[in-house]
C-alpha cells in the first residue's frame, strides 16, 4: 500500500463515520471530504468541481423539478380523487397507497412521491378512523421501493448507470433496472401491505395520532393576557370555561420567565402567558368573553393586515430542512416575519416548553401561520412537508395528461438515443415553465441542494479511488479474506453490505463508495461486472432499518409516532426477503 492509497482509505473511512454519525449534514461532510483530499494532492484542483457538470447530477437535480411539475399539473390530485370514490377495506386501502406511491416513486424522486401522497395517507387514516401508523411507514417504505423499478426512480441507479458508462462506455438505460426491480417492487409492497405492517408495534397502531396532526388540541399554543382582558383577578381553576370547552392549562410564564405548572390558587395577572391545549374553537372563545391574545415568538406579524386573512397549516421538518439545529428566531429571519410558529408536537407527543426555547428537530410537526402567497414558498424554502391537504392553487393549469405526455415524450427521446437523458428532462423543464406548471423560481427552489453538492464532492473522490488503486487493493483483500467462495456468496456480500451501509449513511454515498469495489470484484472473479454493480444498486436503496437511513424514513417519524426501534421491525425482514428475492433474479436477468 502506497502513501496515497493508505491516505485515501483512512479519509474514507474517516469520511464515513462521519456520515454515520450525523453530526453535521452529508453535504458539509462530502466537501470536506473533497477539500481534505485536493490538500493532500489525491484529487487534483483542475478535477475538484467536476462533479457538478457530472450527468448523474444533472438528472437528480432535473428529477427533483420535474416532480414539482407534476404536482403542479395535478396528477396526484387526479388519482387522490379516484380514490375517495371507493369504499375500500382498511388492508385494500394500504395496498392501494403504497403500490401508488411506489409507481410514482419510479418516475419522481423518492421524497417527491411520499411528499404528494402523504396528505392522501393522512386524511385515509382520519376518515378509516385508523392510525397512520398503520399507512405512513408502509407508505414511506413503498417510496422507497418504487426507485428500484427505473433508472430516475432513486439517485443511486443514476449514480451506477453513470459509473457503468464511465467503466463500459455505455450506460445502463432506462428501463434496465426493471426486471428485478419491478419484481422486488411488488413482491416488497405485498409483503408491507398483508403482513409487514403487522409488525409495527402495537401501541404506535392503536394510537390514532390523526386528530393530533389535523386539530390544535394536542400542540403547545401560548396565549397572552392583555391589559384590557376579563381574566385578570381571577382564579385559574375558578374559569368555567377552562373546563368546559376542555382547555388544558399546563403552564403559565411571562414574557421573561421560564413556563412553570400552574398553582392550585394562582390569580391571573395582567402580562401572563398561558401555555395551553385546545381546539381553534376553544381558542377562539377565549379570545371573544375574556380578550385573551393569540401569541407566538413573532406576535408582532399577526398586526399585518395580511395575515389576519391568512391559512394555519401543519407541516414536518424534514431531515435536510435549514430549521433543524435552529430555533424561531431562525423560522421568522428565513420568512421576514411573514410566517409564525403557533405550535409544536415531536413524535406525537405534545411539548410543554415555550415556543421561543424550542430547537427544532427532524420529524417535529409544526403548526404555522402565514400568508396564502407565501407559505408555500417558504415550505419549498425550508423544505418543510405539508401535511394539510393542499388548497387549490390557481397560478397552475391543471393539465395532468399534457405534463405526463411531456415527460413520457422526453423518456422516450432519451432511451432512443435522439439526446442524452439530462438533456431530455431539461427539455421538460423548460417546457413546463412555458406551459405555466412551473415558475421560474421554482425551478431552484424545488432542488435539493444538499443531495447536488453531496453527489458533486463524491464524485472526484471515487474517481480518485480508481486512479489510486485504493479500489484493486480493497478488492485484493477482500478476496484474499474469503479464498475460494463462489462469486454467488461475494454478490450476496456486496448486496447485505450495501444495505448495511444504507441503514446509517445517506444512499448516494453508499452508491458512490460500493460501485468501484463492486466492478473491480466482479472483474477479479470473472464474473459479469452488470450483475454486481446491480447489487450495489438494490442494495444502497434498501434504507429499512432506521429513521434516518433514508429521508422519507425520518419524514413520517413524527406524523406516525413511530420510535428509532420501530423501524427494523418491519425493515428487516422485508431486507431479507429482497435479498432472497434479488440474488435469483439477477441471476436470471444478469448471469454471472
Not at 469520511?15 to 493532500?40: C, E, K
Not at 406579524?301 to 431562525?330: A, T, W
Not at 444538499?450 to 478488492?475: D, F, N, Y
Amino acid at each position: 500500500m502506497n502513501q496515497h492509497q493508505l491516505t485515501l482509505s483512512i479519509l474514507l473511512l474517516l469520511s464515513l463515520l462521519m456520515f454515520s454519525w450525523g453530526r453535521w449534514r452529508h453535504d458539509l461532510v462530502a466537501m470536506s471530504t473533497l477539500m481534505s483530499a485536493i490538500l493532500l494532492g489525491i484529487v487534483s484542483a483542475d478535477d475538484a468541481f467536476s462533479g457538478f457538470g457530472h450527468p448523474a447530477v444533472v438528472t437528480v437535480a432535473a428529477v427533483l423539478i420535474i416532480s414539482h411539475g407534476l404536482n403542479n399539473a395535478g396528477v396526484v390530485e387526479l388519482v387522490s380523487e379516484q380514490i375517495r370514490r371507493y369504499q375500500l377495506s382498511k388492508t385494500t386501502l394500504l395496498f392501494t397507497l403504497t403500490a401508488l406511491v411506489a409507481l410514482f416513486s419510479a418516475f419522481m424522486n423518492n421524497v417527491g412521491a411520499l411528499a404528494l401522497m402523504l396528505p392522501v395517507a393522512m386524511t385515509a387514516a382520519n376518515e378509516y378512523k385508523v392510525s397512520p401508523a398503520m399507512l405512513l411507514m408502509p407508505l414511506a417504505f413503498g417510496s422507497i421501493l418504487g426507485g428500484l423499478m427505473t433508472l430516475i426512480g432513486t439517485p443511486p441507479n443514476i449514480i451506477i448507470a453513470n459509473y457503468r458508462a464511465e467503466m463500459t462506455g455505455a450506460p445502463f438505460e432506462m428501463f434496465d433496472f426493471a426486471p428485478v426491480g419491478v419484481l422486488v417492487t411488488i413482491i416488497g409492497v405485498l409483503f408491507i401491505s398483508f403482513i409487514g405492517w403487522k409488525l409495527i408495534p402495537a401501541a404506535r397502531l392503536k394510537k390514532n395520532t390523526t386528530k393530533q396532526l389535523f386539530q390544535i388540541d394536542n400542540y403547545l399554543t401560548e396565549l397572552l393576557v392583555p391589559a384590557d382582558s376579563a381574566l385578570i383577578g381571577r382564579n385559574i381553576n375558578e374559569i368555567e370555561m377552562f373546563q368546559t370547552h376542555k382547555i388544558d392549562v399546563v403552564g403559565v410564564a411571562t414574557r421573561r420567565s421560564y413556563a412553570r405548572p400552574p398553582e392550585d390558587l394562582h390569580i391571573l395577572q395582567e402580562g401572563e402567558i398561558l401555555l395551553v391545549r385546545c381546539d381553534p374553537q376553544g381558542i377562539r372563545k377565549l379570545q371573544d368573553k375574556y380578550d385573551v391574545e393569540l401569541l407566538t415568538t413573532a406576535t408582532e406579524v399577526f398586526q399585518q393586515p395580511d395575515i389576519h386573512n391568512g391559512i394555519m397549516r401543519e407541516c414536518v421538518v424534514s431531515k435536510n430542512s435549514s430549521l433543524v439545529g435552529r430555533d424561531v428566531r431562525y423560522l421568522r429571519r428565513m420568512t421576514g416575519n411573514s410566517m409564525a410558529l403557533i405550535g409544536i408536537a415531536r413524535s406525537g407527543y405534545t411539548v410543554v416548553k415555550r415556543l421561543r426555547s424550542q430547537v427544532f428537530q427532524p420529524g417535529d410537526v409544526l403548526l404555522l401561520w402565514g400568508s396564502h402567497d407565501t407559505m408555500e414558498q417558504h415550505f419549498h424554502t425550508l423544505m418543510l412537508l405539508p401535511l394539510e391537504q393542499r388548497e387549490l392553487n390557481l397560478e397552475h393549469s391543471s393539465r395532468p395528461l399534457l405534463a405526463v405526455l411531456v415527460f413520457a415524450l422526453a423518456i422516450i427521446l432519451g432511451m432512443q438515443n435522439v439526446v442524452s437523458l439530462p438533456v431530455a428532462f431539461v427539455l421538460v423543464i423548460m417546457a413546463y415553465v412555458a406551459l405555466g406548471l412551473i415558475r421560474v423560481r421554482e425551478i431552484y427552489e424545488q432542488v435539493d441542494w444538499s443531495v447536488i453538492v453531496l453527489l458533486a464532492a463524491m464524485l472526484p473522490v471515487g474517481s480518485a479511488l480508481e486512479k489510486t488503486g485504493t479500489t484493486r487493493l480493497m478488492v485484493e483483500n477482500v478476496l484474499a479474506a474469503t479464498g475460494d467462495v463462489a462469486p454467488v456468496i461475494i454478490l450476496t456480500v456486496i448486496l447485505i453490505l450495501a444495505m448495511l451501509i444504507s441503514a446509517i449513511i445517506n444512499n448516494a454515498a453508499t452508491a458512490l463508495v460500493m460501485a468501484p469495489i463492486a466492478y473491480e470484484l466482479a472483474h477479479e472473479l470473472g464474473a459479469n461486472p452488470d450483475t454486481f454493480l446491480m447489487a450495489v444498486a438494490i442494495g444502497s436503496s434498501c434504507a429499512f432499518l432506521t429513521p434516518i437511513g433514508h429521508q422519507s424514513n425520518t419524514l413520517v417519524m413524527g406524523p406516525g409516532g413511530y420510535y428509532f426501534g420501530d423501524y427494523w421491525r418491519m425493515g428487516l425482514p422485508l431486507e431479507i426477503l429482497i435479498a432472497i428475492t434479488s440474488i435469483p433474479l439477477l441471476l436470471l436477468f444478469f448471469p454471472l
